[in-house]
């Protein structure tokens, strides 16, 4: 069965980078995008983008180019998002989700989360 | 501010029939596919409906997804308690070429 698994939490200060990492498995990993979702506290889902782990392409939400890198290693199945320059607002869950069929077709395997607390 | 917009909670006695609303506009939900999410707080978001009313593999029938012009809309019947979550419509955004989501409808099953 089709399983993500995450890094665990992570707490960081402000300024600073974080680095979280999903692992695919159940599909091939080339054959499906890699998203990834966050949530702050008390708060909805925020779509950060996604990662191509057959080529690399990747498109990031608006509001987080320049401060976000996703990448993945195909040697290992392994994607990873880094958010530089942390700020406070930046403490959320973070997912990584895999869509059903295609981005139109909605996200039907989610990671079980990375609390990431960003505090000084 | 959400880029679609949800009630921020609806409510209803078990048994009964609610329906939770999307709207959105003709760059996302009106050209797009909607998919809805299950949250129980502390859990990852759970796969309800994709293309507008389909179902994946294991969800009941009690959940039900429709679309019409700009707006969406989720049905679920027969409610339990365990259908106490948030709900979460989303969409691909092609003027922001990004994937939106509703702000989150919190069900309360009375």
């Known amino acids: 069965q089709v399983q993500l698994v995450q890094s665990g939490a992570a707490v960081k200060k402000p300024g600073a980078s974080v680095k979280v990492s999903c692992k695919p498995s159940?599909?091939?990993?080339?054959?499906?995008?890699i998203n990834w979702v966050r949530q702050a506290p008390g708060q909805g889902l925020e779509w950060m983008g996604w990662i191509n782990p057959y080529n690399g392409n990747t498109n990031y939400a608006q509001k987080l180019q320049g401060r976000v890198t996703m990448a993945t290693d195909t040697t290992t199945n392994t994607a990873y998002m880094e958010l530089r320059s942390l700020r406070s607002d930046d403490t959320a869950v973070y997912y990584c989700?895999?869509?059903?069929?295609?981005?139109?077709?909605?996200?039907?395997?989610w990671g079980q989360g990375t609390l990431v607390t960003v505090s000084s | 501010q959400s880029v679609l917009t949800q009630p921020p909670s609806v409510s209803a006695a078990p048994g009964q029939k609610v329906t939770i609303s999307c709207s959105g506009s003709?760059?996302?939900?009106?050209?797009?596919?909607v998919s809805w999410y299950q949250q129980i707080p502390g859990t990852a978001p759970k796969f309800l409906i994709y293309?507008?009313?389909q179902r994946p593999s294991g969800i009941p029938d009690r959940f039900s997804g429709s679309k019409s012009g700009t707006s969406a809309t989720l049905g679920i019947t027969g409610l339990q308690s365990g259908d106490e979550a948030d709900y979460y419509c989303?969409?691909?955004?092609?003027?922001?070429?990004?994937?939106?989501f509703g702000g989150g409808t919190k069900l309360t099953v009375l």
């Open positions: 989303g969409t691909w955004d092609s003027s922001l070429s990004a994937v939106v």
């Open positions: 003709s760059s996302n939900i009106g050209n797009n596919y």
């Open positions: 159940g599909y091939s990993f080339t054959t499906y995008h």
């Open positions: 989700a895999r869509y059903h069929y295609d981005i139109l077709s909605g996200f039907s395997y």
């Open positions: 293309e507008n009313n």
